[in-house]
């Protein structure tokens, strides 16, 4: 099989996983109420990056990416809101 030049090869997982911002989610967590906090965690930092990004696409008047970015971060808000307030209760 060939290979255009140029294109790098794509990451495995291991690679990706590396290179997440994400941290590793503990393959010991059993009970609901942790799931639902380290879900919580993880939602909130992919936010923290979405904004991230949608800073740097407003900084360069990219307002399609910027209009994308808004879309995701609302209905991962909206995500995140729940999960707080199912810890909260």
């Known amino acids: 099989m060939s ?3 140029g294109l ?3 990451m495995v997982r291991r690679e990706m996983a590396k290179a997440s911002r994400l941290p590793e989610y ?3 967590a059993t009970r609901d109420m ?3 906090k380290l879900l919580a965690e993880r939602i909130e930092a992919y ?3 979405l904004r991230e990004s949608r800073g740097v696409a407003d900084e ?3 307002t399609d990416t910027v209009d994308l970015f808004t879309g995701i ?3 991962f808000e909206k995500h995140a ?3 707080r307030a199912s810890l909260d209760s």
């Open 47 to 49: 936010l923290d990056g």
């Open 81 to 83: 809101w729940f999960l």
């Open 26 to 28: 503990p393959q010991e």
């Open 34 to 36: 942790e799931h639902v």
């Open 60 to 62: 360069l008047k990219d």
């Open 8 to 10: 790098r090869r794509p």
């Open 73 to 75: 971060i609302t209905e």
């Open 3 to 5: 290979r255009s030049v």
